[in-house]
């Protein structure tokens, strides 16, 4: 992910605004939505928390003349649909199923921590079991848009998710060429039977440019969806930092690699 995405720092000042003194970890709160029924942890404890069998702890709306765009986005990783605010939580959503995560949970729990004006509560927009079994902690915003409220709030959860043994990001951009070459692969994520053995072809002659690579085979326009298809489900690499095109170059990864 971090070849992907642009991270914001900007909250490590906010940390001395906490209140991390002994036994800060059991005064900071998790509270997660598990079966219906919202379970409180201390943050000590909070890293034993079930991910799977828990819910968004706050449910998404939709109404007319709202200042963002909540929806729902299918992942071939989880199978699944999962819930977004934003179209910058949408595009993250999009990236985490490229790099095949587990599971995604959205808006995992409702963190209450200590400051130096007070208590606050926060909400992080996702949770992501990668696909190593790691844990990471997401926070969506566009740089231009983070107020100082919301960095206090994200210097919190960056300190909540290294007690508990987690990563954790604040996306406030992507690396250039990123989205558009992510979304062109997004095309063939799907299942793509390959009756014609095509993606044997593929594997067996790259490192090669992506139109000569397509165009060695015997079908090239059909040859053309399964490349694609590889590259999504990262069978074969490609450098997203440039533009995605005919002179792409690619080349074979161990399954699932990048």
Known sequence: MDDLLVAYAGDAAERDRLRLADGWLRRWVGTWLVGGTEISWPLGNMASAPVSASRPVRKFTWRSRQGHRPGLQFMVSTGRHHGFESLEEQRLLLALDFVGVLEVLPQPFELDFEHQGGRSRHVPDFLAVMPDGRIWLFDVRPERLIKPEDRLK??????AA???????SVVAGWREHVLTGLDHLSSQRRPLPDRLGLEGELLASAPMRFGELVAATRLPVVARAHATHLLWHRRLGVDLGRPLGDTSLVWPTRVGGL
Not at 154 to 159: D, L, N, P, Q, V
Not at 162 to 168: D, E, N, S
Request: contains cysteine.
């Open 154 to 159: 994200f210097a919190a959860a960056r300190e």
């Open 162 to 168: 290294a007690a508990c043994g987690w990563g954790y």
